[in-house]
């Protein structure tokens, strides 16, 4: 069955350091997520991506986040100078059809530790 | 008000019983509803999507849809030890999947 990639499975930055979380959707899928869940909240929605731009971004998704498919094949997403509280699990998603009503395959995340 | 609003539990179930889990939401114009289940420091999968009011059956799941309440469910029938997880329900809004906190279902051997 098709799977979305992460790398790292897990990665240690130090506080005001640059990371980038890379992704390989499923080949035939259009439309990329990232969403990320600190330890013991709910998975919350940080950006959509659709035709090499972004469809729509949360609050949390500020001018230190950005997203790229550099290729044909990787989603990533940047933080450009990390903090304390960007501590959490990310997970990227992609899907087929279009947008969300068919619902997603998430990747297996990556813990981002910011220490 | 929350979007996506569920008891957080933990939910306590002997092996073998029925678990019931539900689910509000708040947006009226949300059309699909998914459940997804999450391992502890793993990924959400999906087991379930509803689109229409009513019922939905796979396998041991049926996820019932009730639009006018604005109210999502699932059951679980013949519960597992392997069915301990936490139950994250969810909906599309605009162009984006909206979860809900998650209800830690527990099975008792």
């Known amino acids: 069955e098709p799977e979305v990639t992460q790398t790292p499975s897990h990665q240690v930055t130090q506080m005001g350091q640059e990371v980038i979380l890379r992704c390989v959707p499923i080949s035939n899928h259009l439309y990329f997520y990232w969403y990320r869940q600190i330890l013991g909240q709910k998975v919350e929605f940080l950006v959509s991506f659709y035709n090499n731009e972004i469809s729509e971004k949360s609050e949390i998704f500020d001018d230190q986040f950005s997203v790229e498919r550099p290729d044909g094949s990787n989603f990533t997403l940047k933080i450009r100078s990390t903090k304390l509280e960007d501590s959490a699990m990310y997970f990227c998603?992609?899907?087929?059809?279009?947008?969300?009503?068919?619902?997603?395959?998430f990747g297996s995340g990556t813990r981002l530790t910011v220490v | 008000q929350k979007e996506v609003e569920q008891n957080s539990g933990p939910l306590s179930v002997p092996e073998g019983a029925i678990a019931s889990l539900n689910c509000t939401y708040s947006d009226r114009g949300s059309q699909s509803f998914f459940w997804y289940r999450q391992y502890s420091g793993k990924s959400p999968e999906l087991i379930m999507s509803?689109?229409?009011?009513g019922d939905k059956e796979d396998g041991r799941f049926t996820a019932q849809l009730n639009k006018a309440s604005q109210y999502v469910s699932l059951l679980i029938r013949d519960s597992q030890p392997s069915d301990s997880a936490t139950y994250l329900c969810a909906v599309n809004r605009d162009d984006k999947i909206i979860f809900g906190k998650g209800t830690r279902l527990h099975i008792l051997p």
């Open positions: 998603a992609s899907s087929e059809l279009g947008q969300t009503f068919y619902g997603y395959t």
């Open positions: 509803i689109y229409s009011n």
